[in-house]
């Protein structure tokens, strides 16, 4: 697929930038690197200087915390139209996480002052990166409190809602075992023993190697787990 051409019109695409006058984006484009990357590759690396902030054209990347020792934790996915590296071009610090392509993707960096002069002038603009920074605090504090009150069951039950768009009259999952057991700090045995449990009871099923959910009530409500077929184990 042919790299989208990089113009005026499709910046304004981006909310970001939806609200600024043609002579803003103008002077805006020379500044901006587009970049395509493969599957898997890594976009920014946690600790890396910060020099700007990316925004999505097309495909996802994921948002991963790693541990040093072969161990990650995916945070969150984003998509067209989703920008990362906003922390660190507010306060100046590293990268606080690794940013990593999970299909081929294009991006395109803005660097950090070119971004600051852009926002100075657009209060519509710098509302929008303070919500989506709140917005991503309060996912991550969902997510703190899940894995440290919430067990196996219910977290990967959580992450299914979260994460099934409706395709075609399906609730269609987005990742697989692996990266549900990345995004729920658990195990892939015990996430595997977890679906099972779902899948016996009808919540939901496997087709063409992806996750169906056929329940959404029953992910929802605790009181639905039953007790047939317990998964016992909080990690």
Same mark, same amino acid.
């Given at each position: 697929?042919?790299?989208?051409?990089?113009?005026?019109s499709?910046? @304004?695409? *981006?909310?970001?930038?939806a609200? *600024?006058?043609?002579?803003? $984006?103008? =002077?805006?484009?020379?500044?901006i690197?587009?970049?395509? #990357?493969?599957? @898997?590759?890594?976009?920014? @690396?946690?600790?890396? /200087?910060?020099?700007?902030?990316?925004?999505? $054209?097309?495909?996802?990347?994921?948002? $991963?915390?790693?541990?040093?020792?072969?161990?990650?934790m995916?945070?969150?996915?984003?998509?067209?139209?989703?920008?990362?590296?906003?922390?660190?071009?507010?306060?100046?610090?590293? +990268?606080?996480?690794?940013?990593?392509? #999970?299909? =081929?993707?294009?991006?395109?960096?803005?660097?950090? /002052? !070119?971004?600051?002069?852009? $926002?100075?002038?657009?209060?519509?603009?710098?509302? &929008?990166?303070?919500?989506?920074?709140?917005?991503?605090?309060?996912?991550?504090?969902?997510?703190?409190?899940? &894995?440290? &009150?919430?067990?196996? #069951?219910?977290?990967?039950?959580a992450? *299914? *809602?979260e994460?099934? &768009?409706?395709?075609?009259?399906e609730? +269609?999952v987005?990742?697989?075992?692996?990266?549900?057991?990345?995004?729920?700090?658990?195990?892939?045995?015990?996430?595997?023993?977890?679906?099972?449990?779902?899948?016996?009871?009808?919540?939901?099923?496997?087709? !063409?190697?992806?996750?169906?959910?056929?329940d @959404?009530? =029953?992910?929802?409500?605790?009181?639905?787990?039953?007790?047939?077929?317990?998964?016992?184990?909080?990690?």
């Amino acid at each position: 697929m042919a790299p989208t051409r990089l113009t005026a019109s499709v910046l @304004r695409t *981006l909310p970001l930038f939806a609200a *600024l006058a043609d002579d803003e $984006l103008a =002077a805006l484009l020379p500044s901006i690197r587009q970049h395509s #990357y493969p599957a @898997r590759r890594a976009i920014l @690396r946690a600790g890396e /200087k910060s020099d700007g902030v990316y925004f999505i $054209l097309s495909g996802r990347v994921k948002i $991963l915390l790693e541990d040093g020792h072969g161990r990650e934790m995916l945070v969150a996915s984003l998509g067209p139209n989703d920008f990362f590296g906003e922390m660190a071009f507010v306060d100046g610090g590293p +990268r606080s996480a690794t940013v990593e392509a #999970y299909g =081929a993707c294009e991006v395109l960096h803005i660097p950090a /002052k !070119r971004l600051r002069e852009c $926002l100075q002038n657009n209060v519509g603009a710098v509302t &929008l990166v303070l919500r989506t920074v709140v917005e991503r605090m309060r996912k991550a504090d969902r997510k703190i409190h899940d &894995l440290a &009150l919430v067990d196996v #069951y219910g977290r990967v039950a959580a992450t *299914l *809602l979260e994460t099934s &768009l409706e395709e075609d009259g399906e609730w +269609r999952v987005g990742p697989g075992c692996e990266q549900i057991a990345s995004m729920v700090g658990a195990s892939r045995e015990m996430v595997s023993r977890v679906l099972r449990d779902m899948i016996d009871k009808g919540v939901i099923c496997r087709k !063409r190697r992806r996750l169906i959910v056929l329940d @959404r009530a =029953a992910l929802a409500d605790p009181s639905s787990r039953g007790t047939r077929n317990p998964v016992k184990g909080t990690a």
